[in-house]
């Protein structure tokens, strides 16, 4: 059998959290992800001497990790659990509460019983008011999260962190401070360690724009309109190449001065390309770059076909190297990921056994391999190339058993080579030519997650300004180099992909009004610079935020319900951090209720609900009866999954479900089914459930209907599928609990 090579790429970026008028960081992933993912991912693959893989770090994110080791910086959480708890505030009360639970509850909360105690009895009744916990769970809740935060690796191997953790409860502030100190150990031994194996040849590293903008849009925003003609642009046009210059620069100095030598490949922020982003890369002397498999469909016009299972029906094409030649005779190598194994390891293996998942990935590979032994060339690449940690919490273990497993079955099979991008392009004489890559990101292929929407746009135009105010000062004279260079790099900030990420639709980080303070306060800081008046536009944030939180909610009102009335609900939303899935059907679900129904809403991702029109497209919500009686029937769920495991949530089995399909371009009517004996399902059709379909889709489900009593409670699970194969479940690690009022 032909040798496959594998490169795996890791991609990891953090954005910049800190605020220049506090000092603080105004939150803490940088630092919990620094002590979870970063270090411990290259100890598992020390373990397998024949391995290599490349890891993409971008400087903005070394520039964290440096502080935290080095300067002493702390965020909001770590200034906190410092804290004395006699001299917390009501605010700072108010604060622990609602930020020092976010963690996976299944794999982070619920195995720790201490944890889990507190965190019941803040999502109580009691709960809500501060002066319901003591002093001691006040410490014990701030000790807790950030235990939880550690890779289990450190555990095992910190004999002091071992005893804080079985300590369970009674955490003092001496213990608070140890753990601080214990973290910042941690990120201090970060650099030095991918350093040391950077120059031993066991890793390649490479690197992004210093502050990970996307690229094609900073170039020339009309770009956008190349891959989305309907999109609507901004007011001002953004063509900033020299500053993408800039940022690509600063970038290869940062890597060469940290790690001792220049990067050879270059990661582009959200794998976002067009040919002015590859004919830059060229121009700064990078050999290889890497994007997605729907860039290579977009710009050969042939796409990359999946069976049932997502296996690559003709792998060739995809499972090359290309050499991008635009205009004149360039040399830049392109490395297309297979899309497939980054969207299960974000959004499915986390739920599966760990052995299972590991086994499942190999058993890909393995097909693929098989189906390139036909193939006229002797050599081919499979591309794994992904964020590199923001998954792993939904794992056991942080995802160690797993990534063993698999690296274990990889390293003992003499026809798989796991190497860096570099030397696969090195030891291929001749790679497939491209002469015209069509410009897209690996989302959609379009641009649209980053600019179009209203208030992206509008960010855009006050970058714009912000920076044209900065020209004219710059053409006055009337500043230093040091000046100007300080007000530059506020400038530079504020074109991070996160930015406009977050602003506007679809996604919601539930913490929008921070990042939009720290957009704002970028912008104001060049002006604070520069000495001269903040303009008042500054000062007002971009989009208004609204604080949705549960409760009741009145019935429908001519057929729907208001848009005011939503906002006292439950919401669960399908993007839960920064890693997209675009394949969902579901934007948002809000759950709300009175004495007589429960109500839903479905905010769809309307390109993938209704495109494909011939494929039916399902999405069901499951019901599951908490007060039961000897004679109360449940059924397993009516979805398969796409490997030989589903997520645990799904073993279950539910007392209701409410059907719906989507096929050719309208929703077929709504079936509530009932659960009888056997495990099996029986749709009774005299039902009162009400809906409406108008762009969104509003429910409402008498409590009668699904035989729930005042006072008694219902778990929620919500699944979306193709042809009954479980596509992404809603909340996938606790289901939603209503509690019918009286």
Request: glycine fraction near 4%.
């Amino acid at each position: 059998m032909k040798k496959l090579s594998l490169v795996v790429i890791w991609h990891m970026h953090q954005p910049n959290y800190k605020s220049s008028s506090t000092g603080y960081y105004l939150m803490p992933w940088t630092r919990l992800h620094a002590i979870k993912d970063y270090l411990d991912m290259l100890l598992i693959l020390d373990k397998f001497p024949n391995m290599k893989q490349t890891f993409s770090l971008v400087p903005l994110l070394l520039d964290q990790l440096e502080d935290y080791a080095y300067n002493n910086a702390h965020d909001l959480h770590s200034f906190l659990t410092e804290k004395d708890i006699k001299d917390l505030t009501f605010d700072d009360k108010s604060f622990i509460l609602n930020s020092f639970f976010d963690a996976n509850y299944q794999k982070m909360i619920l195995p720790y019983p201490a944890y889990d105690r507190l965190y019941k009895k803040r999502f109580s009744e009691e709960g809500f008011d501060v002066d319901n916990f003591s002093d001691q769970e006040y410490s014990d809740i701030m000790a807790w999260f950030n235990l939880v935060w550690f890779d289990p690796y450190w555990k095992e191997t910190i004999p002091e962190l071992r005893a804080l953790w079985e300590k369970c409860e009674g955490y003092t502030l001496e213990d608070r401070k140890r753990l601080i100190q214990i973290q910042r150990d941690i990120i201090s031994q970060i650099i030095p360690a991918y350093r040391e194996r950077f120059l031993s040849g066991k890793i390649e590293i490479i690197t992004s724009p210093y502050y990970h903008p996307i690229l094609p849009l900073l170039i020339n925003s009309d770009v956008a309109k190349e891959a989305d003609e309907n999109i609507d642009l901004p007011d001002n046009k953004i063509d900033f190449v020299e500053d993408a210059d800039i940022q690509i620069k600063r970038s290869i100095a940062k890597i060469k001065k940290l790690f001792g030598k220049r990067p050879k490949g270059i990661w582009p922020p959200e794998q976002c390309v067009s040919n002015e982003t590859f004919e830059l890369f060229e121009k700064n002397g990078f050999k290889w770059t890497v994007t997605d498999d729907g860039i290579l469909s977009k710009s050969t016009g042939k796409e990359v076909l999946r069976d049932f299972s997502g296996i690559l029906l003709d792998p060739y094409e995809l499972c090359n190297a290309y050499t991008f030649r635009g205009k004149g005779e360039k040399n830049l190598k392109i490395f297309f990921r297979n899309s497939l194994p980054s969207n299960l390891f974000s959004f499915q293996y986390g739920n599966f056994d760990p052995i299972i998942a590991a086994n499942d990935v190999y058993e890909r590979l393995k097909i693929m391999q098989e189906k390139l032994a036909s193939s006229p060339e002797e050599h081919h690449v499979l591309t794994i190339a992904m964020d590199g940690e923001n998954c792993w919490e939904n794992y056991d273990e942080d995802g160690r058993p797993f990534l063993l497993e698999l690296y274990r079955l990889i390293s003992e099979d003499d026809t798989v080579e796991c190497i860096t991008g570099s030397e696969y392009i090195k030891k291929i004489e001749k790679h497939k030519v491209l002469n015209d890559i069509k410009p897209g990101s690996w989302i959609n292929r379009n641009f649209n997650l980053w600019i179009g929407d209203p208030i992206k746009n509008r960010a855009y135009d006050y970058l714009y300004g912000t920076r044209k105010d900065l020209i004219e000062a710059l053409e006055s004279g009337n500043y230093s180099k040091e000046v100007l260079d300080a007000a530059w790099n506020e400038i530079y900030m504020v074109q991070s992909s996160d930015w406009f990420w977050w602003y506007g639709e679809p996604n919601d980080s539930g913490q929008d009004d921070l990042f939009d303070f720290l957009f704002r306060e970028h912008l104001q800081n060049v002006y604070k610079i520069l000495q001269i008046p903040v303009p008042d536009y500054l000062k007002t944030p971009l989009e208004m935020y609204m604080t949705r939180h549960s409760g009741s909610m009145c019935p429908f009102i001519k057929g729907r319900i208001s848009g005011t009335q939503w906002q006292n609900t439950q919401l669960i939303e399908s993007l839960e951090g920064p890693v997209y899935n675009h394949n969902k059907f579901i934007e948002k679900v809000f759950f709300g209720c009175d004495s007589k129904n429960l109500y839903l809403k479905f905010e769809f991702n309307t390109l993938n609900i209704m495109a494909n029109s011939d494929i039916s497209k399902q999405v069901a919500v499951y019901f599951q009866l908490l007060n039961v009686t000897s004679e109360s029937s449940f059924s397993p769920i009516r979805f398969r999954s796409r490997s030989n495991v589903i997520p645990a949530l799904l073993k279950q089995a539910y007392s209701y479900e409410l059907a719906m399909m989507f096929r050719n371009n309208r929703m077929l009517p709504i079936l509530l089914s009932q659960s009888i004996e056997n495990s099996l399902w029986y749709t009774n059709f005299n039902y009162n459930v009400k809906y409406d379909f108008v762009g969104d889709l509003e429910i409402a489900i008498p409590f009668d209907d699904i035989k729930v009593k005042p006072k008694a409670a219902v778990n929620i699970v919500v699944v979306t599928g193709i042809e009954n194969t479980i596509e992404e479940v809603i909340s996938v690690d606790k289901p939603i609990i209503m509690v019918r009022p009286e």
